[in-house]
């Protein structure tokens, strides 16, 4: 095997083409499907609630190529591994490791009654893994758009979304929402998208040009991650049956308003109530902010960020010490509007808007605070929002 592990750097075109050619000496077609960073809604997909997303220019890259038999071949290039999958396998159940992003889509997409042949694929991707910023989604997706290429089937960007989210749910274990593999799949170049998780539609935001979109990566992961996001979203599904008697027939915590949890809080406990109250209070948030940034208010869309933080730290309890230093650090300097952790929680990146001219600065002086602070050296970058998953051209 000559195409070895690398896990930070982009691979280049012609590198991913010759490496394919080396694994699998044919020619190969390519894929690409970004990371994405969330600007304000966070837990909030899940509870058919509004998020704003966009794609990054992370993004993980595939090579292709059909084989003529039923076997898919996957190669990562971030694990250095090669492994097989039969898709006439009766019985595919999960391995607990990566290969399950890949062949929990090939198992969503057949289960959804897609014909699928096999392939080769080789897959090289620049989103950190465990940063908030979605390496998962980024996988499954681009292994999506590769498979349906390959069998020759139309691709529905909305449909593919929904399969993957199916695949991280049942097969990988992790109820993640519908966010990350929407925004991988329907990102908008220099937009955020400002999504109803209830009916799907978007709103493409534009970022006005006075802002830059910085992503600051905290470089710690805390192990209880997926544990504690699959009891967040137990807490909420409690939420939504406790307040059913006092509020009607509620689906979800979207269908409730701060002024109707307020009224009924008596009929929660302590813990719950907090928990819904960050659900209900950032599906406002939200829906201003987006409005707010669209109308060129970059303050009040700072002001609703750091108050999502807040919210994300106090009542639903995802954040964890480093991001709070993080984000701290940010709010302070000259130029930010506003700053917060974005992705699942409990590590990861946080998200700040800053004035462009003052973004350089910005950078250069949290990366080196939050090194004083907590001796970790963050990755700091600031991004321009990019397409969704497509074919990469060259
Ligand atoms: P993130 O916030 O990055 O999405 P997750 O815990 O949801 O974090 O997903 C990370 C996991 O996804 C990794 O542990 C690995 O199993 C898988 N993964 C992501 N990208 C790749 C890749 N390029 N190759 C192999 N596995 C990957
Ligand atoms: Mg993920």
């Not at 899940?46 to 059909?66: H, S, W």
């Not at 955020?192 to 493409?204: H, N």
């Not at 060129?296 to 964890?320: T, V």
């Amino acid at each position: 095997m000559i195409f070895g592990r690398r896990e930070a750097n982009m691979f280049s075109v012609d590198e991913l083409k010759a490496g394919f050619k080396d694994t699998f000496g044919r020619e190969p077609f390519l894929v690409r499907a970004p990371g994405r960073v969330n600007l304000i809604g966070e837990h909030t997909d899940y509870n058919d609630g509004f998020i704003m997303p966009a794609a990054l220019e992370y993004e993980t890259r595939a090579a292709v190529a059909p084989r003529a038999d039923r076997i898919l071949r996957v190669h990562s290039a971030k694990i250095g591994e090669t492994r097989e999958f039969d898709l006439d396998d009766p019985a595919p159940g999960p391995k607990r490791d990566w290969t399950d992003y890949v062949f929990g889509v090939a198992v969503a997409l057949a289960g959804a009654g897609k014909k699928l042949k096999g392939a080769d694929i080789l897959v090289a991707s620049s989103v950190p893994v465990g940063s908030g910023l979605s390496s998962s989604a980024a996988l499954e997706v681009s292994i999506g758009y590769s498979l349906l290429t390959v069998a020759g089937l139309p691709i529905d960007t909305i449909e593919l979304a929904k399969l993957c989210q199916k695949a991280e749910n049942e097969f990988v274990g992790m109820r993640c929402g519908i966010m990350d593999q929407f925004i991988s799949c329907n990102g908008q170049h220099d937009h955020a998208l400002m999504i109803d998780c209830r009916s799907l539609e978007k709103r493409p935001v534009p970022i006005d040009p006075r802002a830059r979109i910085v992503v600051a990566n905290s470089m710690v992961h805390h192990e209880l991650a997926s544990g504690e996001y699959n009891k967040r979203r137990a807490s909420c599904e409690e939420a939504v049956h406790l307040l059913s008697p006092g509020l009607g027939p509620i689906k979800a915590l979207r269908d409730v308003t701060p002024a109707g949890l307020e009224a009924n809080k008596a009929l929660l406990s302590d813990v719950t109530y907090r928990r819904a109250r960050h659900i209900v209070t950032e599906d406002e948030r939200v829906i201003e902010a987006a409005d707010a940034l669209a109308a060129g208010d970059l303050a009040r869309c700072g002001e609703l960020m750091n108050q999502s933080h807040a919210s994300m730290r106090d009542d639903y309890e995802i954040s964890c010490e480093e991001v709070d230093v993080l984000v701290d650090i940010a709010q302070r300097q000259p130029g930010v509007f506003g700053s917060r952790m974005t992705g699942g929680g409990f590590g990861g990146s946080t998200v700040s808007l800053v004035e462009a001219g003052a973004a350089e600065a910005f950078m250069e002086n949290v990366k080196a605070a939050y090194e004083k602070a907590t001796g970790l050296k963050s990755t700091i970058f600031a991004c321009s929002p990019q397409q969704g998953v497509g074919p990469l051209a060259g």
